[in-house]
């Protein structure tokens, strides 16, 4: 038996990968009521990218996204590709979190054109710490 194989040396070009960088954002979880199931339920609100604002997570259909427990929120979150990074509490009263997700540099740049501004004219806000201490004297 006689087996005769031929073969060549495929030559492939490596693709460009682009560059991938961190988007910060905004979240928040708020308890709210359910008034139509009678309950208490918890709402994912995002940082959105024109005011500053947050806005709670949609369905496709418009319908305002909720869980009956907080970490079932976070799941969502992080199923879209977000990480939570940091936490701030507040002393309680407001629970805060900054999220992050990897981006090009080319949907960064969409993302952040108009947020950057520039001023020759700043001054510097006295800490809280200096405050009180020129109260003091």
């Not at 030559?11 to 199931?37: Q, S």
Request: net charge neutral.
């Amino acid at each position: 038996m006689t087996v005769v194989a031929n073969a060549q040396n495929k030559v492939t070009t490596a693709k460009d990968t682009p560059e991938m960088v961190y988007y910060y954002t905004d979240f928040n979880i708020v308890r709210m009521k359910d008034t139509a199931r009678k309950k208490d339920v918890y709402v994912p609100y995002i940082g959105n990218d024109t005011d500053g604002e947050m806005t709670p997570f949609k369905d496709d259909n418009g319908n305002i996204v909720c869980f009956d427990i907080p970490v079932w929120g976070f799941n969502y979150i992080t199923s879209l590709g977000w990480e939570l990074c940091w936490h701030d509490d507040n002393y309680n009263a407001i629970q805060r979190w900054l999220i992050k997700k990897k981006v090009t540099k080319q949907q960064f740049d969409k993302l952040t054109k108009d947020k950057i501004g520039t001023s020759n004219s700043l001054e510097r806000i006295p800490s809280a710490v200096e405050e009180l201490q020129r109260m003091v004297k």
